[in-house]
């Protein structure tokens, strides 16, 4: 265990420094209590839902890969280990739910027949825990969804299907957001796309417009339900097409006002999303973010420090859009302790906005303004130095969590004792 003297003394010298450059590190602390991270609840099952007792992810072009022992098989697990991972973590979190994770008690209920009871053991949970829920319809994994089409399906009966479910799974974000005081942002995401080069391009994406056009034609109080679609550039067994494009998306999103979902895993490789988010917002009131990890391709690793979570969280931050960012989790990773995956990609991404609310944004501006790309670049290179990692530290102490590298003990017991064990 750390000794909390030492990273209060830590803490006081790294304030004195930042002082010195105008930040106030107190002033950044309280602003971390902004970033409210929604948990994906499918890191601690691979994606398997509870559907069925052998449920597997398929079909969409995702899979999780590695086979970690410990996952989670109930949901009372899966509860249970989403509880240890926010004992781990300082600030608030929220929880992400797909629709496949519904409470169903053994009873076969298709996804166009979902209903609000099959969630209300999530919502009263989560009341008790004083977090809010965010919800996703699942179109995959689903013999509906084998043929790589559903709410552009040009079967109607396959998208008659699908509109169904994702209507049904807006009602129950709206009555999540009811219940729980807090808006649930309900993100569509379908895999639909072709493997090889369509001819009919239009019309597939005719059909999609089409379907969440009636979709939406049901509206809910937007302090229920915040309605997001997600975009994508391709995915195993749809390389050459994806219907929902980010070009699409981003033209419906702006016509129809809803949020636009940027998972920085959905771009081609050279793309930096954090540069899409300063010109989305001049347009849309609200985003959201899916922060994953793609290596070479839409991998799904966990999330690190890396230069690209940082200038994402720079982007937002500079343009004092915090509470105009929702930002979720999204990966899948079993070749590693999954408890294990959840913090260290939590406190990653906490840390990326930590280091952007100590930045000299001021200073930096101004130097640019006045043409002293100098002085803003040296800037730059001089704040990779600075302590953070000492706020960061004290964050953690002062929100009683494990500070440093204190958590890894707590979550080997927990392997040891619980996840080993199932």
């Known amino acids: 265990m750390k000794d909390s003297n030492t990273i209060k003394t830590a803490y006081q010298n790294a304030k004195a420094q930042y002082a010195e450059i105008g930040i106030n590190t107190d002033e950044a602390i309280e602003q971390m209590n902004k970033i409210v991270i929604s948990l994906h609840c499918w890191q601690t099952d691979d994606v398997s ?130 219940q729980l005081g807090t808006p649930c942002v309900n993100n569509i995401w379908i895999p639909d796309g072709s493997k090889d080069h369509p001819v009919d391009r239009y019309t597939y994406r005719a059909l999609l417009k089409e379907s969440l056009d009636e979709i939406f034609s049901i509206s809910y109080p937007k302090e229920y339900l915040k309605d997001s679609v997600e975009c994508k550039l391709f995915g195993i067994g749809s390389e050459a097409m994806v219907v929902g494009s980010h070009e699409f998306y981003m033209g419906y999103a702006i016509k129809n006002k809803t949020l636009l979902t940027l998972d920085n895993g959905h771009f081609h490789p050279t793309e930096q999303i954090a540069d899409k988010i300063p010109s989305i917002l001049l347009y849309l009131d609200e985003i959201l973010l899916h922060v994953s990890r793609g290596v070479r391709w839409d991998s799904d690793h966990v999330v ?119």
Request: proline letters at 3%.
């Open 49 to 178: 839902g509870f559907e069925t007792p052998d449920a597997e992810l398929g079909g969409g072009g995702i899979m999780a890969t590695g086979n970690f022992p410990g996952k989670a098989r109930t949901i009372d697990q899966v509860k249970a280990d989403i509880e240890k991972v926010m004992s781990l973590l300082p600030g608030k979190q929220r929880l992400n739910l797909h629709a496949i994770y519904g409470d169903f008690n053994g009873e076969k209920v298709d996804r166009d027949q979902i209903e609000v009871k099959h969630f209300q053991s999530w919502i009263d949970w989560a009341k008790k825990l004083g977090i809010g829920l965010d919800f996703n319809p699942t179109c995959f994994s689903h013999p509906l969804s084998n043929d790589g089409y559903t709410l552009a399906s040009k079967d109607e009966k396959i998208r008659r299907f699908w509109i169904e479910h994702v209507k049904r799974c807006r009602l129950i974000g709206a009555e999540m957001g009811k």
């Open 304 to 422: 690190i420090l890396n230069d690209e979570m940082l200038s994402i969280a720079q982007e937002i931050v500079r343009a004092k859009a915090i509470d105009r960012v929702n930002v979720a989790l999204d990966y899948f990773d079993a070749s590693l302790n999954r408890i294990g995956a959840y913090v260290i990609g939590t406190r990653a991404a906490q840390q990326a906005f930590l280091c952007a609310l100590l930045e000299p944004f001021d200073m930096l501006k101004a130097a640019e303004e006045s043409g002293n790309y100098f002085k803003r670049l040296s800037t730059l290179e001089l704040m990779k130095t600075k302590p953070f990692g000492a706020v960061y530290d004290y964050y953690c102490l002062i929100n009683n969590v494990p500070v440093g590298e204190d958590y890894v003990a707590s979550i080997e017991k927990y392997e040891a004792e619980v996840s080993l064990k199932r």
